[in-house]
Every structure is written in C-alpha cells, then in structure tokens.
C-alpha cells in the first residue's frame, strides 16, 4: 500500500508575519519558513503506517519554488521514500495545487494521500476536499485517529460538537488535525541518509493544468490593533471595572 | 444574482451561523435561498423561514443525508446550484468539509473565511493566522464562499418564506458514518456565547477547570481551551479556541492560564472585552487584554467566583 503526502513550506509558525509597506502582500523576505505544521503531522502519520506495517511506501510531493526541496528533505529524512517536486513561481489557489496532485496521483497510484487540514499561511483548509471531489475519492477531514484494516480507512474526525467516525473505502484521502500525532525530529544520520534518497522534480507548467489565477489578491493590510488595557490590582478592581467601566457584567 | 446559503444546523435545530451567514450574503445584495440538507429538518426549517431576506427554503430531508456526510451532500448541492452566482456556506467544520467539494466539482475556486463583504466578487479575509487581512476577487462565474460567521451580525427575523422539499435522494457510495461521540454540555455553544472563559496549560488538569465552572455558571459563559490544554487531554477538542479551532467573539472572554500565542489569539481577539489572568507579567495575552490581573490562578478563581 502506497501513501502519498503532500507538504507544503510556509512562514514558520513562530514567526509573526508583517505587511509590506506598499500593502501588495505580507513580507517574506528573510522571514524562517519551515514544513506546515499539519503537514508533519500528516508524514508521521504515513511513516507509523509504514513501521505498523500497513504501508509499504510514503511519496512526498511538494508543489512551490527551488526553496521548497529543503522541506521535502525533511520529509525524506523523516521516512519517506521518494519525493517529487512540482516546481512553480506561481502563486496558486488550491485548485490548482489540487488538480497538479490530481496529476501526480494519476502517475503514482497511491491507495491513501495525506494532507494537512489547512496551511497556516494562507489558512484556506480546501485542498484535500478539492482532490477527493477531482478524483471521486471519498474523505476524513480533521483526522485525530486513522486505522487501516483491508480495504477500507476509519478516520475519526474533529468535528464541532465533539468526534465522528466515518468509514471510507480506499482509495480515500485524510486531513489531518492537531490531535492525530506527535511528530518525530529528523535525527542527524537519517538527515544524511535523506540526501542520497530519490527527489523527482516536474516543472509545474508541463502537467496540462491550466494555472490561471482564479482569485486576485487586491491588496493586505494590518489587522486593526487593540488599545492595550490596564493592569488592575486584585479581584475586586476586576470585578468593578467589569460591572462599572465595561458594563459587560451586570 | 441569487445567492445559495447552505444551512447550519444540528439535532433538528438551525444553528445561529445560519442567520449570520444570511447576513454576510445579503451584503451581497442577491436574492437569497437557503438550503437545508439533513433528516428530521421540520423545525429547523420552519425557523429558518422566518430569517428575514430569504426568499425561498429549501429543504432535503432524507436518511441519506443523515450525518451531512460531504459526498453525497456536495453531489447535491453541485446539482441544485445552476441558477446561483453565489454559494454560502458556514466556516464550521461543516462547511469546511463540503465547501471545497463543491467548488472543485463545479471547477471553481473557493474564498475561505470572509469576515466582510466590498462587494458581489471582492471579500476580506484573514490570511497567516490573522496577523494580515486581505481583500481578495474570485474571478469565478459562480462565487464558492465561506463565512466566518462570528464577523457578521445575526439577520433579522420575521420573514416568512415558502419551505419546498428537495426529492433528489443521493447515497453516499465510498464513505458512510460509523459513530459521534458527542460532547455533552449544558452551556451555551462556544460560537453563540456572549461569555466566555477559557483555561489553558496554567489550569495544570481537567480536574482544575472546575475552577472555571463556578465562574461560568454565574456569568452564563461557554468554557473554552488552548491547544495545549486540550493536547495534554483536560478537555475535549471541540473546546479549541484559535486560529485552527473555534473562532470566537464574545462580549467578554476571560483567558486564564494562557499564554496569548499568535493562533490561540487568532480565534478570540476581536472579543468585545477581554481579560487575562497570567501569573507571569510578560505573558503575551496582557497585550490583547483589556483587563489584565497578574496573579496565581489558583489564589484568584475562587476570589473571582465569589465576587460575581
Ligand atoms: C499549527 C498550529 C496550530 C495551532 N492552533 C492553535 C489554536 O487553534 N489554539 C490555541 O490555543 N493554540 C494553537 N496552537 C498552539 C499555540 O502555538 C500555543 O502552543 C498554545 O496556544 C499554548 O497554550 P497555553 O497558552 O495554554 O500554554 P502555555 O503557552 O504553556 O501558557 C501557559 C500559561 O499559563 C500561565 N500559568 C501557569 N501556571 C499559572 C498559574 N498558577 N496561575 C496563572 N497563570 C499560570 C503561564 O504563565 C503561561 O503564560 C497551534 C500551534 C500550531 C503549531
Ligand atoms: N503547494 C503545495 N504543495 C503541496 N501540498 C500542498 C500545497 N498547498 C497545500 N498543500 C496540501 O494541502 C493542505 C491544505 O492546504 P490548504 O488547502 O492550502 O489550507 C496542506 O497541509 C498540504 O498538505
């Protein structure tokens, strides 16, 4: 069985992002990317399917610029076997990097693919849901528990009011929530090991998936900042600033 | 322009992002149908026809739709929404499980989370954990969005819309629903409440939130968590409040025990007021907060409790 898992880098999660000047967009520049966070949830996940013996290989595919082999070089340090790169300039909607991994399951045949729920950057929570709607494939958002047992995928999903578990016959794809795992650290070994393992790299425009934009970004600005409050001495001020000033307790 | 809002709704009943998300899509300025998919809808759905604004309800009622599993529930929408320029639907996890669904079957691009409305193709949204807000255009010919409902205010009611019933009956073939492990609560709901308190890793147990029970039984507050508190399993995940949990806009949220790390912040910080309690003065939270009490938790609940 064949697991493929999409990664994606983003703005490292410690980082606080700021606006350009010009409001074109957010400032990237020298800024610590590093894998999604959901994405190494989503590898740990592939390669404990892989030590439980359920999976016999773990593909990870990264769709972005040259800078994005670094994280797939980690994703190979992990465990995966192979990974391929997508490589693109673009800016892309999740459709797009939907439809390319739609391209790229065409080719690899995986029983399950992986992704992260959302990435923390541009925070859209779509493309797993996009590829199993592209491929007709059924899906378990929001994973905190996978288990595999022939032919079929149970995932048991954060939902709103608590958890649901659904049933999913293979080939299917998951999401994966904060709950599903802890991720492992690369040890230095398996880090040199990584860089003899295979990385295949396609150019994105070659794949026949139009890349048109389909949303503009007009323009990025500040949040609107809070006035920093006071610090108040004991319960009591508390209690009456919250009655008196606030008027949000009665 | 005819705008398409899928419904929010559970246990029979509409859930108050369906008005809210009414509200988003009248900014639009589209007549506006409502669609609820599910089993046992008939209050829901007689609810959901006073929303004022909404011209039509319609309703898909069957066991199929039982669990609003996103196949077969995405199916339908793709097959009912030919004559709309825009579909809405609520960023819950409902929303966010079929929406992308629907937009990749249709060959559009989705619109994530908008918090306001410029006009028909042109939203906000928050992007990198709501540290930048961006306006973004669909250059679709048919608009898929999500709304995150806290941004907007509830519709009014007092409408009376004609409910019709949907016949088309589509099975889920490759996914079906094994079981819910629903989190039972007396409280309000963490998206509908005007207060709420949440604890974080400070709280140290599950046992510990107790503290915060007496608090919220007085105030009429909802509990919420952090990741971590809800990582290290002292309360269930549907209690998350942040940038990949629960987003939330009380009137009041009192954060104790909790840092203010940027995605716990993302999901409560435009709360009307704010108060932390933190034993360490440099906690990152006192920059949001409007009130904030430097204190051993353990010493203060009780106080707290007391004084309300
Ligand atoms: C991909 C990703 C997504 C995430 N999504 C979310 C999210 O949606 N929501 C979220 O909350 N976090 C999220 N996080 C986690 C976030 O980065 C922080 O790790 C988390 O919010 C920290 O929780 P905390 O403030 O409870 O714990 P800590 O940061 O450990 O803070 C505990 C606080 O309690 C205080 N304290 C301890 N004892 C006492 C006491 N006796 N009295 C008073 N104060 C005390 C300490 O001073 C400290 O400030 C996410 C992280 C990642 C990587
Ligand atoms: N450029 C990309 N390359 C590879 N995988 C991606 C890319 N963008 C998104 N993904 C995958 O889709 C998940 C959800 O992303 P999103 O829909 O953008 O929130 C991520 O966690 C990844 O698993």
Known sequence: ?250 | MKSLVIAEHEYGQLKPETAKTVHAAAKVGADIDLLLIGEGLEAAAQEASTISGVSRVLVADSAEYAHQLAENCADLVVKLCADYSHIFASATTTGKNMMPRVAALLDKAQVSDIIDVIDAETFKRPIYAGNAIATVKSLESQHIITVRASAFDIAEQGGSAPIEAISDVIASSNSAFVSKEQTESERPELTAADVIISGGRGMQNGENFKLLEGIADKLGAAIGASRAAVDAGFVPNDMQVGQTGKIVAPNLYIAVGISGAIQHLAGMKDSKVIVAINKDPDAPIFQVADYGLVADLFEVLPELEAAL
């Open chain 1, 1 to 250: 069985m064949k697991v493929l898992v999409p990664i994606k880098r983003v703005i490292d999660y410690n980082v606080k992002v700021r606006v350009k000047a010009d409001k074109s967009d957010v400032d990237l520049a020298n800024v610590k990317m590093a894998m999604n966070p959901f994405c190494e949830i989503a590898i740990e996940e592939a390669i404990r399917l892989k030590e439980a013996g359920k999976a016999t290989e773990v593909v990870a595919v990264t769709i972005g610029d040259k800078s994005a082999q670094e994280q797939l070089r980690t994703a190979l340090a992990l465990g995966a076997d192979s990974a391929i790169h997508i490589e693109t300039e673009d800016k892309l909607d999740s459709l797009h990097v939907a439809k390319l991994l739609d391209k790229v399951i065409d080719e690899q045949q995986p029983d399950l693919v992986i992704l992260g729920k959302q990435s923390i950057d541009a925070d859209n929570n779509q493309t797993g849901q996009m590829l199993a709607a592209l491929r007709g494939w059924p899906q378990g958002t929001f994973a905190s528990k996978v288990e595999l047992n022939d032919g079929k995928v149970n995932v048991t999903r954060e939902v709103d009011g608590g958890l649901q578990t659904v049933a999913l016959t293979l080939p299917a794809i998951v999401t994966t929530d904060l709950r599903l795992n802890e991720p492992r650290y690369a040890s230095l070994p398996n880090i040199m090991k990584a860089k003899r393992k295979p990385l295949d790299v396609k150019n994105a425009a070659d794949m026949g998936v139009d890349l048109t934009p389909r949303v503009q970004l007009v323009s990025v600005e500040e949040p609107s900042q809070r006035q920093g409050g006071v610090i108040v001495e004991d319960v009591a001020t508390l209690v009456s600033k919250l009655k008196n000033e606030a008027k949000v307790v009665s």
